[in-house]
Every structure is written in structure tokens, then in C-alpha cells.
């Protein structure tokens, strides 16, 4: 497959399937050499989405190994799982780096991954690829986005099935291999305290047993999502209010309140002004946890 890069030169990888995402506000090839269209499709949404990587490193005393964050970028398990296993079996995916382009290989092999970390909002999907990256004995834990927001703000996912599904991952493996997102919160006219506070103790007390940790975040109004809210205030008629850190500092407060009461550690992200006794900073690729997953 070509992609063309600065001033009209081609980059080439290896085969005839994606690899890589493709670098914004470029002009880019999606298809191979037999004509057919490359990037994974995402079907429930109906629109094509590139498979984004992030790569930490992992050093050992003895060995450089990678930790493959699996994506912030797209939702791999829930709709390119089998994109991830063909790379899988290749033993190599492309990345580029969101900040200047710069294309790198990065190996899928046993002996160069220290361990995944995969992000979505719902494993369903997914569940035979973890049963063979299991056989094949690669190590991972999860950061699972569960939030209970309306369909206004999150469409296209199935939130019984995807507590079904935490439920099972933790039963599966463990508490501690899970990190629940109830991220984003975004207050509105019709997310305000009295609904987070009520939706975010019915979920707490289903996962009561199931998780210990909790990440979450007030939105963050970028320009891109300044003008997203404008338009749904404008099409569906919500409104996205932007408290005083104040009154957020006591929500969340509420909210590690509760927490509390079902055995769950509350962690801010990126928000350190919400940090207390009761709140602690997040890493959402955190090597303590992964220390204490997968011990040397």
C-alpha cells in the first residue's frame, strides 16, 4: 500500500492491508494495489475511522519491551478486532505520530510486548481475540469506558451488553485488571449533579466487587468540541454548561463519596485541582498496576 507523504513522495509498507493510520489533512491513498479500499470500516457507524496506536516503552533490566496502548485514538475491540489479530499474526502494525507525522513499525511479537492496554466502551467484540492473545501469552488489562450518558452524547453503544461484558472480564481475570472509565462527565440541562450522582450509584453498586478503581474527568472544551456542543445544542436542543471548578470539585467530591461506599478508588484525570484524601491522580497507562498485574 502507498501513502503519500510530504511533497508528493510515496511511503510504502509491507503487504496489501493497512497498517497504520493515515497522517490528518493529508491527501492519502486508501486503497491497495487490487483496487479494494484498505482501512477497516467501522459498519454500526457507517463511516471509516484510521486504527490509531499509541507506544510507551517498557525498560527492563534485561530487555527493551513495549507497552502497546490499544487505542485512545479508535475503538479497536469494539469494531477492528479482527484488523488487530491479522496484525497480530503479521507480527508488526505501522503507527504514525500524531505530531509531525513520523511513520515507525512496531512489533506485535511476544518477546517485544510487555503488555497491551486496551481502550474501549464495549469488549463484546472482543472476546475471542482476548481467549487467543490468552493462548498465545501476551498480557493485558483493560481501561473500559462505562458512563450511562444519554444517547445525545454517546450513540452506538449497547451499555447492557457492555456491562454484561465488564462483568465477565472481571470474573475472567480480576478486579485489578480493569479500569472504569465514567469519563467524560459533561454537565448539561439534562446531565446535571442529581443524574450523575443517580446513575453513577446504580452503576457503582453493580460493579461493587468487580473493579477498584474508577477514572474520571469533566469534559474539556476544545475549539472541535466547543463547536460539536454548539452544534447538538442547536440540532437536539442541549445545552452544555461549563461549571465553576468549584461546584465540580464538589460533585466529584460526592462522587468519591459513593465510590467509597462500594470498595472504589476514585482517580482524576487530568484535573489535578480535584484531587483530595478520597481522589487520586490517575495514569491510565500506569506501571504500578502493571507491576502488580504481571510481576518480574
Not at 475491540?77 to 497480530?88: N, Q, S, T, V
Not at 442547536?234 to 471548578?245: L, M, S
Request: charged share 25%; net charge positive; with cysteine.
Amino acid at each position: 500500500m502507498q501513502v503519500p507523504g510530504p511533497s508528493g513522495r510515496q511511503f510504502t509498507w509491507p503487504g496489501g492491508e493497512c497498517i497504520a493510520p493515515h497522517e490528518p489533512r493529508q491527501a492519502r491513498d486508501t486503497t491497495s494495489d487490487n483496487g479494494k479500499c484498505t482501512l477497516p470500516h467501522c459498519g454500526s457507524m457507517g463511516t471509516m475511522k484510521a486504527v490509531g496506536w499509541d507506544v510507551l516503552m517498557l525498560i527492563r533490566s534485561d530487555a527493551m519491551k513495549r507497552i502497546i496502548s490499544v487505542s485512545r485514538r479508535t475503538d479497536v475491540p469494539a469494531f477492528y478486532g479482527d484488523w488487530f489479530m491479522r496484525r497480530l499474526r503479521e507480527g508488526y502494525a505501522g503507527a504514525v505520530n500524531p505530531f509531525g507525522g513520523k511513520r515507525y513499525m512496531v512489533s506485535l511479537k511476544p518477546e517485544d510486548v510487555s503488555c497491551f492496554v486496551f481502550w474501549s466502551k464495549d469488549f463484546t467484540p472482543f472476546i475471542e481475540p482476548l481467549e487467543t492473545l490468552d493462548r498465545l501469552g501476551y498480557r493485558f488489562y483493560f481501561n473500559y469506558t462505562l458512563t450511562a450518558l444519554p444517547a445525545v452524547f454517546e450513540s452506538h453503544v449497547d451499555k447492557d451488553a457492555a456491562l454484561k461484558t465488564l462483568l465477565y472480564l472481571s470474573d475472567r481475570y480480576s478486579p485489578r485488571h480493569i479500569n472504569w472509565r465514567f469519563d467524560p462527565i459533561v454537565l448539561s440541562d439534562i446531565t446535571d449533579d442529581a443524574f450523575y450522582l443517580d446513575v453513577f450509584a446504580r452503576l457503582a453498586a453493580r460493579l461493587a466487587g468487580r473493579v477498584e478503581r474508577c477514572y474520571f474527568s469533566f469534559v474539556t472544551q476544545y475549539s472541535k468540541v466547543k463547536r460539536n456542543f454548539q452544534q447538538m445544542q442547536e440540532h437536539a436542543g442541549v445545552r452544555v454548561i461549563d461549571r465553576h471548578p468549584e461546584e465540580k470539585i464538589a460533585l466529584a467530591d460526592r462522587l468519591a463519596s459513593i465510590a467509597e461506599r462500594y470498595g472504589i478508588r476514585m482517580y482524576s484525570c487530568c484535573g489535578e485541582y480535584l484531587l483530595s484524601p478520597s481522589i487520586q491522580k490517575a495514569h491510565c497507562i500506569d506501571g504500578a498496576i502493571i507491576q502488580q498485574l504481571f510481576p518480574p
